[in-house]
């Protein structure tokens, strides 16, 4: 492993090693010390990349929320017609919900820290504003933001249930937002 300021992916490897920390131990629970251990850095590079924990924390969910925009493009980017988007949509939700317990985990601080900073708002904004591209390659603006809830919703409730629903009640669900009011393209 290539190490000091020759090692290309020591910030990749400090962010990836705070978000495993984060999905494993809570936010609140991680240090600069941790995060360094888990990436195998020098202490020191943390605060080379990263002004403080604030700043790191927040490029760690970019990170994170790259990641999640990166599935929605995998599932959403080869549909040709609205029914194969559909389908398309609700493969997403089972990827998402049956995936790693780390995303829903991080999701979830995420969303926590959103709630009361601004900063983390906005990063949230941006995902959805990104999501929201993906699904109006396919359906029309409004019907992509109804989308775009009920992919959040129907995969947490997937990730926690002891009986997941399966995958007809997810596409019906799907069906019902795009075929209702606002019209797929």
């Keep these: 492993m ?3 300021h020759t090692d290309p992916r020591r910030r990749e490897r400090i962010l990836t090693a705070a978000l495993d920390l984060i999905a494993e131990e809570g936010i609140q629970r991680v240090s600069h010390r941790k995060i360094a251990a888990r990436a195998g850095v020098p202490l020191g590079s943390t605060t080379y990349y990263f002004s403080g924990m604030d700043e790191l924390l927040r490029a760690a969910f970019r990170h994170f929320t790259d990641h999640i925009v990166a599935v929605f ?11 194969q988007a559909r389908h398309a949509v609700a493969d997403l ?3 998402l919900s049956e995936g790693s317990g780390r995303d829903l985990v991080l999701t979830q601080e995420l969303y926590t820290l959103a709630a009361r900073q601004p900063a983390y708002r ?7 504003r990104r999501s929201r591209l993906h699904l109006e390659k396919h359906f029309d603006p409004g019907t992509a ?3 775009d809830a009920l992919i959040e919703g129907l995969t947490l409730h997937r990730a926690l249930s002891h009986e997941p629903h399966d995958r007809a009640l997810t596409l019906e669900a799907v069906h019902r937002i795009t075929t209702t009011g606002q019209r797929a393209s």
């Design 145 to 147: 933001r109804q989308l």
């Design 93 to 95: 939700v089972h990827a």
């Design 73 to 83: 493009d995998a599932c959403l980017s080869t549909p040709s017609d609205p029914d």
């Design 122 to 128: 906005e990063l949230t904004q941006e995902w959805m």
């Design 2 to 4: 290539a190490t000091g």
